[in-house]
């Protein structure tokens, strides 16, 4: 059963294939937590170790052991004496802090929770999901509290969320609320993080967690290049394959905070949820506020199972609609070939080229509006620029679609720049303070997605442009932080970035209801914003505006970890390339891009007749290939910081067949020889690798790996397709 409750000994018990977690009802009626770990019957009550303790508050002094200062925790609350991070804290009007929780009920139903507004995790027939709903109560503030657990028992995907009731005729004011909370009462455990920055996204990074706090988050009203809401704690000595491991995944766009931390007593505690900073949420009496989801999951054996229970997650329980399984087109983008100096006549002229080389869409970047010609103008107008494309939208999409290419149209709905008719007719719409000077970033400013006029604005110019042209396809971009929160329509400014973000994802829902085939391809700066809340409505979103093949193998590398191929777009471009003047092979940007998404991003007019005749091929490996790589498995055979390769692979969800790809990093005098060891095949059988008819035993493949070639050059790569015999 996935969802039990022992009603004798109080005990809450989920279960997914895998893994178990429990929690208990205390005699003062608080949510202890007991267990998240291996899939156990048993009853992991002795984890609780009550002992008195100096300095501890208890709620009974006949009962001095049991203080909430360092037992573990379900749904820890400021002013309880537990002086860890908690999940929530509130004020009441007089400014008072404090509010202790108590169970009043719960229900357990068939099914997985949605949230109002906000992006979940969702059921697909046969999931066989389950909700916890548990009500906690303040007597004091009249204020409840329902905690949310969604569990997903095929995927070992458990989710937490809340919702919180005033239910008094005061306001309250929530000061912090994040949604998930996992105790462990002893363990030696690291904490893996996707730290980064603009271009050089989703770095992998360890440390041993010690006294104190880590603390990884996002500060810039959006989840950001800088930290991925995507954190990993595992044991000290956890391996790809050995070792446990917890994952907290954020389905939120917007800023984040997961705070882990370890105590006094060597415990840890591991949360995640909205960041508290710039958030002070009144909540008007009879209102109440959803709480985003974190997706949680455990693995015994190391990060690849972590990484594969996120992947098919993702992959069906995320992602929605027309395009969650259809093949995704592959693209030939603008941006690299022309920047702002598009026209009707260059695209044209490309669309001829991608044809011939087996394109499915091109893709018309920036610059296609009035007024466009830099980053400093325009962004809000969005009147197609006629004499730039020579024609108006329509016909030139015509055009191009009688060359036989679906077209694509980027856009940057969220943004105005100061000079556009938008901003001057409406300043009120954007993100100032009044009276302080605005900070612009790439020249421009962020509009209130929070505003129900801005919001309409926004649609009825996609509307007009999407009914008015046969575009297939959005890329939305998203191009600065949010440093000033201001909204002139708001009453009160401590919500205004939630609900800036509630705003995005209406809109975007809106998009997605009215025209259900097209595909948002999501984009902020490349991975500012590669998160599971956008990839709810976009559902695949551009990894890195870095297209270099080698830093694309680090960053794609850390990509992995949480995010399937499938949602990950990217594109080849041109050596040296636009990002860092490296050249590499051809042959290695197209194995590194034939990743997820795949596409160009160059002026095919450039290319020399031996690379359009790579890229005619790459094109036809790539669909070839297409479905090993977004619907099967991944693994990391690899560690790209300490070893002279980057090695993966993808296996069928059969495991009859897998893509074995390397890219050699640097190549030196009289090196030692290079092998890979794949993983995941199927035991005793045999496998042909398709290159040479060569025939292997799998589990010699799997116990001491497969012979590379020596590499002649930096950045030579290998590509290897082996099909069961
Ligand atoms: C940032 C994106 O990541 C790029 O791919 C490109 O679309 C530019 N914006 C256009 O301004």
């Known amino acids: ?11 809450f018990t989920l279960n997914t294939k895998n893994s178990t977690y429990q929690f208990m009802i205390d005699d003062y009626k608080n949510l202890l937590h007991l267990y998240y770990g291996r899939k156990s019957n048993g009853i992991m009550k002795n984890f609780l170790i009550e002992r008195a303790r100096s300095f501890s508050g208890v709620f009974d002094d006949e009962h001095e052991g049991h203080s909430l200062d360092y037992l573990p925790q379900e749904f820890p609350v400021q002013g309880t004496g537990d002086f860890r991070s908690p999940l929530l804290i509130v004020r ?36 066989d999901a389950k909700t916890l709903e548990i009500i906690l109560y303040n007597n004091r503030l009249d204020l409840s509290v329902k905690i949310l657990y969604g569990v997903l028992p095929e995927l070992d995907i458990i989710t937490r969320s809340a919702i919180i009731f005033n239910n008094s005729s005061r306001k309250i004011t929530i000061e912090k609320i994040q949604s998930a909370c996992l105790d462990f009462t002893h363990g030696k455990f690291d904490v893996i993080n996707f730290q980064g920055r603009h271009a050089m996204e989703r770095q992998f990074e360890r440390r041993e967690l010690l006294h104190g706090s880590t603390v990884i988050e996002s500060r810039r009203g959006m989840s950001s290049h800088q930290n991925n809401p995507l954190v ?150 969005w009147t197609p620029d006629e004499n730039k494309l020579g024609m108006n939208l329509e016909t030139l999409v015509k055009e191009i679609n009688a060359i036989g290419l679906d077209v694509g149209l980027w856009l940057e709905p969220e943004m105005v720049s100061e000079d556009s008719n938008l901003y001057r007719e409406h300043p009120d719409w954007a993100f100032v303070i009044p009276n302080e000077v605005p900070l612009k970033s790439r020249h421009q400013l962020v509009l209130d997605l929070s505003n129900r006029k801005v919001r309409k604005y926004i649609l009825d110019f996609i509307f007009e442009i999407l009914d008015s042209s046969n575009i297939k396809y959005l890329k939305w971009d998203y191009n600065r932080s949010i440093s000033e929160v201001y909204s002139h329509a708001a009453k009160n400014q401590g919500k205004v970035l939630y609900e800036y973000i509630l705003g995005l994802y209406e809109i ?19 991975g500012g914003r590669f998160d ?16 270099d093949a080698i830093d694309r193998l680090y960053i ?13 777009a990217a594109h080849v471009s041109v050596c040296p390339n636009h990002q860092n003047g490296r050249i590499t092979p051809l042959p290695t940007r197209g194995i590194v891009a034939m990743t997820g998404a795949f596409g160009y991003e160059l002026d095919p007019a450039k290319l020399s007749n031996d690379e359009q005749l790579e890229i005619q091929a790459q094109i036809s490996r790539y669909k070839s290939l297409r479905k090993i790589i977004t619907d099967g498995f991944y693994y990391r055979l690899s560690n790209p910081f300490s070893e002279n390769f980057c090695a993966w692979e993808y296996i069928s969800r059969d495991r009859r067949k897998f893509l074995l790809n390397v890219v050699i990093l640097r190549c030196h005098g009289n090196m030692p020889e290079f092998y890979v060891t794949p993983r995941g095949l199927k035991p005793g059988k045999f496998y042909r690798n398709v290159n040479d008819g060569e025939i292997y035993a799998s589990d010699a493949l799997m116990d001491s790996g497969f012979a590379l070639p020596m590499p002649k050059r930096d950045f030579e790569s290998y590509t290897y397709l082996f099909e069961i015999v």
């Open 92 to 127: 009441d009007e007089n400014g008072t802090f404090g509010c202790n929780l108590t169970y009043i009920n719960h229900t357990i139903r068939d099914g997985k929770y949605r949230l109002n507004g906000l992006p979940a995790a969702y059921e697909n027939s046969g999931d």
């Open 1 to 11: 059963m996935p969802i039990t409750y022992d009603k004798k000994k109080k005990i």
């Open 232 to 381: 990993i704690l595992s044991d000290h000595d956890a391996t790809e394959n050995s070792g446990r491991c917890w994952a907290m995944m954020f389905v939120y766009s917007g800023e984040f905070k997961a705070e882990i931390s370890r105590d006094q007593y060597d415990q840890t505690r591991f949360q995640m949820g909205l960041s508290d900073e710039k958030f002070s949420y009144v909540l008007d009496p009879d209102k109440k506020m959803t709480v985003p989801e974190v997706i949680m999951t455990f693995s015994a054996s190391g990060f690849e199972k972590i990484s594969h229970n996120l992947h098919d997650c993702i992959r069906k329980n995320i992602c929605r609609g027309f395009w969650r399984d259809r093949a995704r087109p592959v693209v030939l983008n603008s941006w690299e070939a022309f920047y702002f100096g598009i026209s009707g006549a260059k695209l044209l002229d490309m669309a001829k080229h991608a044809k011939n080389l087996g394109v499915d869409m091109l893709v018309i970047d920036d610059g296609w509006f009035l007024n466009r010609n830099d980053e400093l103008h325009a962004l809000g107008d």
């Open 508 to 526: 975007l829902d809106k998009i997605n209801a009215k025209y259900p085939e097209i595909l948002i391809e999501g984009c902020s700066g490349g």
């Open 532 to 547: 599971a809340g956008m990839m709810y409505y976009t559902p695949q979103i551009w990894c890195s505006d870095n297209t």
């Open 556 to 568: 794609q590398h850390g990509t992995s970890f949480g995010y399937p191929a499938s949602v990950t």
